[in-house]
């Protein structure tokens, strides 16, 4: 294995959980009551995708660009006071593979202004090589499109990538794609038959490197 591309949201850094607590503040706001649960049923799916769930949940109840930017509105103020929250054993793994010339991507179906903001503000830029985000491709998560346009730009054939992804879609995605693929699970939780298709199920990122340094 000579490469490895992860998530973002809800792998590398704990953004799922503040983005419930927007859409929770967005649907109280106009009125439809906390609206935090429609993370779980959006996981890894990119912007465009999201709107469409929430116009199949919410119909004309609410208007999509306020929506939008109330959404935007409560996180840019978070973001404006609060660094991005990191998961556990981020920067570890990262050390290990940057150690072990492994080369790195992040597949996100966030846009690309906030990866790389989300990147820079974590201190964790200077570790990828390549960065593709969710307005760079034109099929979002389960569509495995960002996974091998990563590998691609990383100049290895999946097979030879691991992926990392903690969300149905992502997982999906990335086993279409042909990716040697783990979960560290977040806000989702895998049933046996996923379980069945990954690589492995890591409890964090800390396990999750210690299972690629006895993958060999």
Known sequence: MKGAIFDMD??????????????????????????????IETLGMNLEVTKQK?????????????????????IDDYYANNHVPVKKGLKNILDYLKGHRYRIA?????????????????DIDKYFDVIMCGDMVAKSKPEPDIYIEAAGKLKLPTSECYAFEDSESGLKAALASGCRTIMVPDLWQPDDVMRQKVAAVCKDLDEAAVYIDSDK
Do not use: Q
């Open 106 to 122: 992040v597949a996100s179906s966030s846009p690309e202004n906030v990866v790389k903001a989300h990147l820079k503000d974590a």
């Open 10 to 39: 809800g792998l590398m850094f704990d953004t799922e959980s503040v983005f419930v607590k927007a859409w929770d503040y967005v649907g109280d706001r106009l009125g439809i009551g906390p609206a935090g649960f429609m993370v």
């Open 54 to 74: 929430w116009r199949e949940r919410f119909g004309g109840k609410c208007d999509e660009a306020e929506v939008e930017r109330m959404t935007y509105e409560y």
